[in-house]
Antibody, heavy 119, light 107 residues
Framework: EVQLVQSGVEVEKPGESLKISCKGS????????IAWVRHMPGKGLEWMGI????????KYSPSFQGQVTISADKSINTAYLHWSSLKASDTAMYYC????????????WGQGTLVTVSS | SYELTQPPSVSVSPGQTARITCSGD??????AYWYQQKPGQAPVLVIY???ERPSGIPERFSGSSSGTTATLTISGVQAEDEAEYFC??????????FGTGTKVSVL
């Protein structure tokens, strides 16, 4: 069974750094693109970027380029989303999602990681 | 990047048909995909490549696309279908966009 398991709830202060994770199992992790998607309270889903764990090829949405860093460690089947300096406006639920190979939709999603940034 | 526009809400009585539209300039050239998201849960794919249904998704969910508009149809709506629905597509630069989301209320 394909599973994406994300790290737990985070409560941080503005200016702090944070890295959240997404661990895949039940499939060949390096061979599938993994995307990160933001869901702010009361708003729609926003695609942030996507990484191919096999070679770490990464693409960012223009809205998130320079704001976050996406990485992966294929040896432990895990993708990451990193902020170097959090802002209150980063408060949101973050999902990782696996892209179907050869297509442009997401067939499996993590359970989400809630990030709250507050002083 | 481009946008996908959905109506904010759709209300329907049980057993009736709900239709949710998704409008975007790239849709004549790109497939539309649809996700269902219930409160506190991750999105679930319900339609891919305009009109294909993943295994395990009930037959009452169907999709179509014509010109710049894709449509998700839920026939014989059930109370459990109350959720937010998002369309999604990808552009020629391999970047992805989600629609604005539609809340389906079952009266």
């Amino acid at each position: 069974e394909v599973q994406l398991v994300q790290s737990g709830v985070e409560v941080e202060k503005p200016g702090e750094s944070l890295k959240i994770s997404c661990k895949g199992s039940g499939y060949i992790f390096p061979s599938y693109w993994i995307a990160w998607v933001r869901h702010m309270p009361g708003k729609g889903l926003e695609w942030m970027g996507i990484i191919y764990p096999g070679d770490s090829d990464t693409k960012y949405s223009p809205s998130f380029q320079g704001q976050v860093t996406i990485s992966a460690d294929k040896s432990i089947n895990t993708a990451y989303l990193h902020w170097s300096s959090l802002k209150a406006s980063d408060t949101a639920m973050y999902y990782c999602a696996r892209r179907d190979p050869g297509n442009f939709f997401f067939d499996s999603w993590g359970q989400g990681t809630l990030v709250t940034v507050s002083s | 990047s481009y946008e996908l526009t959905q109506p904010p809400s759709v209300s329907v009585s049980p057993g009736q048909t709900a239709r949710i539209t998704c409008s975007g300039d790239a849709l004549p050239k790109q497939y539309a995909y649809w996700y269902q998201q219930k409160p506190g849960q991750a999105p679930v794919l319900v339609i891919y490549k305009d009109n294909e249904r993943p295994s395990g998704i009930p037959e009452r969910f169907s999709g179509s696309s014509s010109g710049t508009t894709a449509t998700l149809t839920i026939s014989g709506v059930q109370a459990e279908d109350e959720a937010e629905y998002f369309c999604q597509s990808a552009d020629s630069n391999d970047s992805y966009v989600f629609g604005t989301g539609t809340k389906v209320s079952v009266l």
